[in-house]
């Protein structure tokens, strides 16, 4: 099949660039997630079996059990899946995108956003907070107590108050946030302030008492409450720019703890992986570069549609993580113009005298720069249950970039 | 005595920056020797005959950096690669910390608003690669880079002209546009004279001259040595030459390269003929007849001194030589009966063996004018010798004896030792891109050779002459003093300085041969393209340039004031050839 690169990928990111994504509401999982079942765990990044398992995504795995109702305890959580009595697939072949090890249950609340102009929907988890999370590998009683509260409590008053709100543009909270300091994956500050004021008085009108407090105080305390909605108002968008054929643009990056995968638009569902890297970065007191996880994730589906470390230039307070200048996060952005096919205009960086965030990652520019993605990102513990060492900085393998184009030639040139 | 080595994985540098860098390591307390190269097999090779290869070194990939010392102790090995490290990292000519060195040429352009043309020196196998890139972003394009394949010419030369764009090379060593010298270049006055040149060097005489004889250059624009050949037809050629013809700055044009394809120089001078511009013509060695508004010459000197009688209506003095060829040759020891040339600028040495023929017979050189003259080996003169230093097999592994003169100082004095020489012809070519002093490393050479002749009872004359202006980096007057307090003769004019050594070769028993010029006449319709796009953007002002390679060149044009965004270049895909393959198989 002979077809026109160039005019494939304008195709691809003129649906990227077109596509509005709106926070509409949160149910259970099993209500909206296509093809969800009791059984069935989500995970972030390319599919992956048990035994080549990170820590972090084990102890998410055993926590979802054990949420679930599915199993009583961590030894009975592996006897299931060393059962095979446990199906896994990637968040991503679900519509869905979690952080860290992603792990998403039938019964977990998840964020609906609704792509108004291409009609698809994308789903992700709750953010949790800080501290021991089931993100990172956690799944002690607390653990399991905030899922809890964030299904019951929580989720069904943010899905009231979004339902009144008529749902929440997703694009003008991003552009709005890339104007605020945040790039939408390592920041997301000021997008998790604007949620908490665009939420209260809603969530006012439809709660009172303690779980009204509780709720303000999720919102107040949490700068990582904007991050899910983001990603999957992310991954509604990339959603939209997959299976344009003769397109070398990259729809999806995610890492499950193992390794790293891509997808190219013009390849539809395949994946091509990678060995994940140790991500390079800044560690809360007392961790250092040994205890990092290998890359996880699906949160670098900001990356992928230009934001987080492509809109790093907007980011200047975290510009520690790039070597502790603001022209060196300017000159981040700029790196990523070399490989990417358009800017978005929506999202206007002020640094850059607005220019649009560098979008639309270019598969055969990637192989002839030699430069890859990069990707702001948390790092986990290796070992499950210790929760997030630190921050910093990681690329996706060039080998994934190079297996794709393989195929890619393969597909379209044979 | 240790040898110690350290690879850098990925690590791209061109080789005029590794070989620069190389030079300061070997001058390092302790160091015998250095080798800084990309680890390719020809460099591994050039490594393991130095006595440089460690298994290190050999496990090396073509896409990793390679540093490897020979010192004297572990220290002072350990300190030269650390020292040699810092030099490659240190980026002189980029403007302070806060400029972003754009990895493509696409985001360059966007850097650089209004830039209008890619000067390209990357290694020739990707050079065709960044060259596209260049005419897909509208810029005209300087090929600097050699070894690009003649398909790609061809193509590159196909793709331009469908844009109206103008490719200069590959292999074009020279370009001036709009008193911007690009590459290696003089510092010239703007005037009203433009050059059409195949020849690098050519380019340099001709321009050189134009100055020193009161008159101004307008543009200069490059051809790349093969365009006058058949496989090229002389596309570049004619597009300039149309350029030239619609700008309105310029009045005469001089028509300068070596003897092209027999059609394709017709084609060349009936579209040359009849423009309403004076065209002057030296394809060096070639009868081109006169009328219809072409000029012949005979050599550069020639073609540059008509070129401006053309404008200033007087012919310009001639620098007369002083030095009496007969008094030389009676000074000579009986052994002493062959000119030794070698040459820096491959022009210089064409037409060297062209006017020395009718002089003292045939000739013989590693670029040799008719296959009976070729050396056997390009180290060993025989008979009458002029060598091109500039040619490949110099410059494995090394610099271009215009910036690095070991090679040739060597040869020299081999030259001076041999009884048969009975004299020396060098050239030196000043200006943008070559050696800042020149003389430094020639005067010691050229007084060591003398001497050594001296002490084996000859008398050993050294006839040098310098393509330069007043205006040069290098100072021409310093040059010139230099070298002739160092004993040597020193000619302003090639043919004069060549006529010089015919003669005393002459006087000391060669015998000419004849001139045979091959002649060519105007054929064809001599229709010229539409170049007005190259008139209006490239030709209109002082060019907004993209550098692609040489940091070198970036230096020396900021030098002139002119606008210019360098690449932060790195080999396509790592330097990976199935990558790159593939690409071209998508792109295609």
Known sequence: MRVNIDEANREAVDRVLRSQPVLVGVAPAIEVIPRMQRNLILHAGPPIDWPRMSGPLRGAVIGGLIFEGLAPDEPAAVAMVEAGEVAFAPCHHHQTVGPMAGVTTASMAVYIVENRTFGNRAFSSLNEGYGKVLRYGAYGEDVLARLRWLRDVFGPLAHRALESLGGLDMKTMIAQQIQMGDEGHNRNRAGSAMFARVLAPQLARVAAGDNLAAALAYLAENDLAILNPVMAACKATMDAAAGVDGSTVVTCMARNGTDFGIRISGLHDAWFTAPAEVPVGLFFPGFTQDDANPDIGDSTITETAGIGAFAMAAAPAIVKFVGGSPQMALESTLEMYEITVTENPAFGIPQLDFRGTPTGIDLRKVIKTGITPRVNTGIAHRKPGIGQVGAGLVRPPIACFEQALEAFAERYTA | ?????????????????????????????????????????????????????????????????????????????????????????????????????????????????????????????????????????????????????????????????????????????????????????????????????????????????????????????????RDLGGAIGGVSAVRALAALAADPGTEVIVLVGKPPAPDVAAGLLAAARGRGKPVVVDFVGAAVPAGGGLYPASTLDEAARIAVRLVTGSEPAREESRALPAQEAARLAPSQRYIRGLYSGGTLCYEALVLL????????????????????????????????????????????????????????????????????????????????????????????????????????????????????????????????????????????????????????????????????????????????????????GPPRVINVGLGLFEESLAAQGVEVVSVDWQPPAGGKQKYIDLLNKLNA
């Open chain 2, 1 to 225: 005595m240790t040898v110690r080595s350290r690879i850098k994985p990925s690590a791209y540098f061109d080789s005029v920056t590794l070989m620069l860098a190389q030079r300061d390591v070997r001058v390092l307390p302790g160091v015998v020797d250095a080798g800084l190269v990309m680890g390719t097999e020809a460099n591994k090779d050039l490594l393991k005959d130095a006595g440089l290869l460690t298994p290190e070194v050999s496990a090396a990939r073509s896409d990793d950096l390679v540093i490897v010392v020979r010192a004297e102790t572990e220290d002072a090995a350990g300190q030269a690669l650390t020292r040699a490290e810092e030099l490659l990292v240190r980026r002189p000519h980029a403007a302070g910390p806060s400029a972003y060195r754009p990895r493509t040429v696409a985001s360059a352009v966007r850097q650089l608003p209004g830039a209008n043309l890619a000067l390209i020196s990357v290694p020739g196998r990707f050079a065709a690669g960044v060259a596209r890139d260049a005419l897909d972003a509208g810029l005209h394009v300087m090929l600097f880079s050699d070894n690009v394949a003649l398909e790609d010419e061809r193509d590159l030369k196909t793709l331009a002209t469908g844009r109206g764009l103008l490719v200069m090379g590959p292999d074009c060593g020279t370009a001036m546009i709009a008193g911007a010298g690009l590459g290696f270049a003089n510092h010239v006055r703007s005037g009203t004279i433009g050059v059409v040149g195949a020849a690098g060097t050519g380019t340099q005489v001709v321009t050189s001259l134009v100055h020193r004889g009161g008159a101004g250059i307008s543009h200069a624009l490059g051809t790349g040595s």
């Open chain 2, 357 to 540: 023929e009718r002089y003292v017979g045939p000739v013989f050189s590693n670029t040799p004018l008719q296959p009976s003259t070729a050396l056997a080996s390009a180290a060993r003169s025989r008979s009458h010798t002029v060598i091109d230093m500039g040619a490949d097999e110099f410059m494995v592994g090394r610099l271009h004896p215009m910036i690095d003169p070991d090679l040739r100082i060597e040869r020299l004095l081999r030259e001076a030792d041999d009884p048969e020489t009975a004299v020396v012809l060098l050239d030196v070519v000043l200006g943008y891109g070559a050696h800042s002093d020149p003389s430094r490393d020639l005067v010691p050479a050229i007084e060591t050779a003398r001497r050594r002749a001296a002490e084996s009872g000859r008398r050993l004359p050294v006839i040098v002459t310098v393509c330069g202006t007043d205006e040069d980096p290098q100072d021409l007057r310093a040059q010139v003093e230099a070298l002739t307090a160092a004993g040597a003769v020193v000619e302003t004019a090639h043919s004069e300085a060549v006529r010089l050594a015919g003669l005393i070769a002459e006087a000391a028993g060669s015998r000419g041969a004849p001139y045979r010029g091959v002649p060519i006449e105007p054929a064809g319709a001599g229709i010229l393209p539409d170049v007005s796009h190259i008139r209006d953007s490239l030709l209109s």
